[in-house]
């Protein structure tokens, strides 16, 4: 069975920092892209970071550039979305997504992050 699990999301003040995990299971995690996407109430999806099967490649998106990083560990079948100087505008449900073309795609059922005082 595929799985993939969003952890870490909370509450944060702005400024903070918080460390997003996904967990996968159920299919071969190294093969796979992985993206962290974002939806905020009444907002589109939005992708806000991607990394390549072999962590050779990292896109990000303009809003988060310098304060987001994504990673992964293939031996543990994790990738994470480190997210530093948070603010108000990055509240959302931050969804994990793992991709190898446009039909083997899984999707994790997301974690909620909140910036606010």
């Known amino acids: 069975q595929v799985q993939l699990v969003e952890s870490g999301g909370g509450l944060v003040q702005p400024g903070g920092s918080l460390r997003l995990s996904c967990a996968a299971s159920?299919?071969?995690?190294?093969?796979?892209?992985i993206n962290w996407y974002r939806q905020a109430p009444g907002k589109e999806r939005e992708l806000v970071a991607t990394?390549?099967?072999?962590?050779?490649?990292?896109n990000y998106a303009d809003s988060v550039k310098g304060r987001f990083t994504i990673s992964r560990d293939n031996a543990k079948n994790t990738a994470y979305l480190q997210m530093n100087s948070l603010k108000p505008e990055d509240t959302a449900v931050y969804y994990c997504?793992?991709?190898?073309?446009?039909?083997?795609?899984?999707w994790g059922q997301g974690t909620q992050v909140t910036v606010s005082s």
């Open positions: 997504n793992a991709a190898l073309g446009p039909i083997h795609t899984y």
């Open positions: 990394i390549t099967r072999a962590s050779g490649t990292l």
């Open positions: 159920g299919f071969t995690f190294s093969l796979y892209a």
